[in-house]
């Protein structure tokens, strides 16, 4: 079992920033690639990022390439997504992820373990 714990979510204001960590425990975190989903009310849950294990290959959805940096400290079991030029668009539950997968994917349903999400709110 691998245990995901989301932070930094909050409000801010259109153009604004903020940084999201997931703390993981459990199995070792560096066999695990990390993911960063989204959900906002009514839709269904979203790709946003993915980081490959050894941190080495990143990837991330159209709508937040250029504006979301993924990265991870397998040090400290830990994976982030800095946020910059937030829109309101970007309003939803932020969820991480885990796959024991070596490839990374965008496909949520290859995703083992998930975090019980952080609520991010941008204002216009």
């Known amino acids: 079992q691998v245990q995901l714990v989301e932070a930094g979510g909050g409000e801010v204001q259109a153009g604004g920033s903020l940084r999201l960590s997931c703390a993981a425990s459990?199995?070792?975190?560096?066999?695990?690639?990390m993911g960063w989903f989204r959900q906002a009310p009514g839709k269904e849950r979203d790709f946003v990022a993915v980081i490959h294990r050894n941190g080495g290959r990143t990837y991330y959805a159209d709508s937040v390439k250029g504006r979301f940096t993924i990265s991870r400290d397998n040090a400290k079991n830990t994976v982030y997504l800095q946020m910059n030029s937030l829109k309101p668009e970007d309003t939803a539950v932020y969820y991480c992820a885990a796959d024991s997968n070596y490839a990374i994917t965008e496909r949520r349903e290859e995703y083992d373990y998930w975090g019980q999400g952080t609520q991010v709110t941008v204002s216009s």
């Open positions: 459990g199995r070792t975190f560096s066999n695990y690639a």
